[in-house]
């Protein structure tokens, strides 16, 4: 007999909907396959234990975007990271197959998400909301508090740095 509530099978629902959302964002935040997983089970927590009636779907997906954000600033900003990355000798390759499942296997379009990676995270966090999860810009401004000119001034600068870095590649 299944023992499950109207809210777990909701929750489950929901969690299968915005997961590989939330995870692609944290993923190219971080550069990392298990601290993305560990941020995003996170946000999940946040959100099944708020217990947050939200009045639609946009609502509830900025919400969880927001909390992402918060997250990877607060990854960046911890302790923890800043002893590990003396460990490491520099950000790792992202992962070819994690990036090629979610981002068809278009060798070009794979070459954009790789040189979006290695944008600074204010840039890659706003470019990353703005064409692969389609926010407006003042969605991306709610999300992150930043202001409007603030995100269009991270999006031009972050363009201008792909399109020097896809020059190089020649991509």
């Given at each position: 007999?299944?023992?499950?509530?109207?809210?777990?099978?909701?929750?489950?629902?929901?969690?299968?909907?915005?997961?590989?959302?939330?995870?692609?964002?944290?993923?190219?935040?971080?550069?990392?396959?298990?601290?993305?997983?560990?941020?995003?089970?996170?946000?999940?927590?946040?959100?099944?234990?708020?217990?947050?009636?939200?009045?639609?779907?946009?609502?509830?997906?900025?919400?969880?975007?927001?909390?992402?954000?918060?997250?990877?600033?607060?990854?960046?900003?911890?302790?923890?990271y800043k002893r590990i990355l003396p460990m490491k000798?520099?950000?790792?390759?992202?992962?070819?197959?994690?990036?090629?499942?979610?981002?068809?296997?278009?060798?070009q379009t794979f070459e954009v998400v790789k040189c979006?990676?290695?944008?600074?995270?204010?840039?890659?966090?706003?470019?990353?909301?703005?064409?692969?999860?389609?926010?407006?810009?003042?969605?991306?401004?709610?999300?992150?508090?930043?202001?409007?000119?603030?995100?269009?001034?991270?999006?031009?600068?972050?363009?201008?740095?792909?399109?020097?870095?896809?020059?190089?590649?020649?991509?």
């Amino acid at each position: 007999m299944d023992n499950r509530t109207k809210f777990d099978v909701e929750c489950e629902i929901k969690i299968k909907e915005y997961y590989p959302m939330i995870y692609k964002f944290v993923y190219i935040q971080v550069k990392s396959k298990m601290d993305a997983q560990d941020i995003t089970q996170e946000v999940f927590y946040k959100y099944l234990v708020g217990n947050i009636d939200f009045p639609n779907a946009e609502i509830e997906k900025s919400w969880l975007f927001t909390v992402a954000s918060n997250h990877c600033k607060n990854f960046w900003r911890s302790g923890w990271y800043k002893r590990i990355l003396p460990m490491k000798q520099d950000f790792p390759e992202l992962e070819t197959t994690t990036l090629e499942a979610d981002y068809e296997k278009n060798e070009q379009t794979f070459e954009v998400v790789k040189c979006v990676a290695k944008l600074p995270l204010k840039y890659r966090e706003v470019i990353h909301l703005f064409y692969y999860e389609d926010m407006s810009i003042e969605k991306i401004s709610k999300i992150t508090g930043k202001n409007k000119s603030t995100i269009q001034t991270q999006l031009d600068r972050g363009r201008k740095m792909l399109k020097k870095m896809m020059k190089e590649k020649e991509v």
